[in-house]
């Protein structure tokens, strides 16, 4: 099936709602031609209330432009649009087929029965459903139910597909299961696409870029790796995955140092003057005590979590500091280690406005 690859403006729009609530900061951002893009936070950030602006089904404050390519879409209901949209409930009819509930949106704007069977036939292909065309929704699995939604979502030739937390309300192995398949259908169907979650781990799997939002604002844009190894906001940093943060003595930032459990590390010179640097907890190295160049801490606990160990660290001129390591080491609470960071690993966020 042929889909129209068409880019996304949201310019300068807002949501305020009768009671005063600021729903939504100003906000600008393009979602490219055939790209995912993951509208990225936790609850109450505005995530939601972007999508249904962008849908038709909410009005943006004055000010404000959506442009679907070259067509300015912000006066038009969201059924002249051309959005399709799946839910985190799917919401498939429970009393119809699988090729039935495809056929749905063809149907009740009077495609030809010959026309409606051709496009459900490709989906069907498309979606890997072959032989479940007479299957009704609850006799297929949570992935099958996905599938049969999106190509509903997509038989009528939207011009952008709207992902309102689809695999939230699946249990956490299926969900993980689930995210690949998602993530290959949306590049073999080449739709421009938006997908709102509070999922990291399924933003990243899923979209080519991640719009992180706090508080109404999208804080930063960027590629899941690019936003993980090189944040611009603490809460980007923290928000996805888990950091440690170092502090600094105006001492170390006038010398250009970090201090590390009694030790020294070169500060990057693009982060001198700050006085909080951030490092992950797999970026913290761990080994012997008393080898030159490293610090020392001692461990007061450690986590067994099946991939990996957790160990929490005292350090001397550190807060607790969290270190992630390979599942067979060695070191157990009590015992004193030595630590140590290749300055590369270190961030420096820029504390922002929102």
């Known amino acids: ?13 807002s949501k305020t709602y009768d009671d005063g609530t600021r729903g939504l900061q100003p906000t600008s951002l393009q979602v490219e031609p055939g790209e995912v893009l993951a509208l990225l936070g936790p609850s109450g950030c505005g995530k939601t209330t972007l999508l249904r602006l962008i849908a ?24 002249q649009r051309g959005v399709g949209m799946v839910f985190q409930s799917y919401a498939l009819f429970p009393q119809m087929s699988v090729a039935a509930n495809i056929g749905y949106g063809l149907r009740i704007r009077g495609v030809a029965a010959a026309e409606e069977k051709r496009v459900v036939g490709e989906l069907v292909e498309l ?13 297929l699995s949570g992935g099958q139910r996905q599938r049969v939604a999106l190509a509903r979502a997509v038989a009528v030739r939207p011009r ?5 937390e689809p695999l939230a309300a699946l249990d956490a192995k299926l969900k993980e299961s689930l995210r690949g398949e998602l993530a290959e259908l949306l590049r073999r169907l080449h739709i ?12 990243m799997a899923i979209a080519d870029r991640l719009a992180v939002m706090r508080a109404g604002v999208v804080v930063q844009i960027g590629r899941g790796e690019d936003l993980y190894r090189a944040p611009i906001h603490p809460f980007v ?22 201090a590390l459990g009694g030790a020294t590390l070169a500060c990057p010179p693009d982060w001198r003057s700050h006085t909080t640097l951030l490092v992950r907890p797999e970026d913290i190295e761990v080994g012997p005590v008393g080898q030159p160049g490293w610090g020392a801490a001692r461990v007061e606990q450690r986590t067994f979590l099946g991939d990996r160990v957790q160990l929490r660290l ?41």
Request: net charge negative; proline share 4%.
């Open 1 to 13: 099936m042929k889909l129209e690859r068409i880019p996304v403006f949201v310019d300068h729009c």
């Open 56 to 79: 038709g089904l909410e009005t943006l404050d004055d000010g404000g432009r959506i442009r679907f390519g070259d067509q300015d879409v912000t006066q038009r209901p969201v059924e």
């Open 127 to 139: 979606t890997r459903l072959n032989g479940l065309e007479s299957k009704r929704p609850g006799e």
């Open 160 to 164: 952008v597909l709207l992902l309102d």
């Open 192 to 203: 421009t696409a938006i997908h709102v979650t509070h999922d990291q781990q399924e933003a």
């Open 237 to 258: 940093a923290e928000f996805l995955g888990r950091v440690n943060r170092l502090q600094r003595t105006p001492g170390a930032v006038a010398q250009g140092l970090v």
């Open 314 to 354: 005292h350090a001397a001129d550190q807060a607790g500091l969290l270190v992630d390591v390979a599942r067979d080491t060695v070191f157990q609470a009590g015992d004193e280690i030595g630590i140590r960071i290749a300055p590369q690993h270190l961030m420096a966020c820029q504390e922002a406005s929102a």
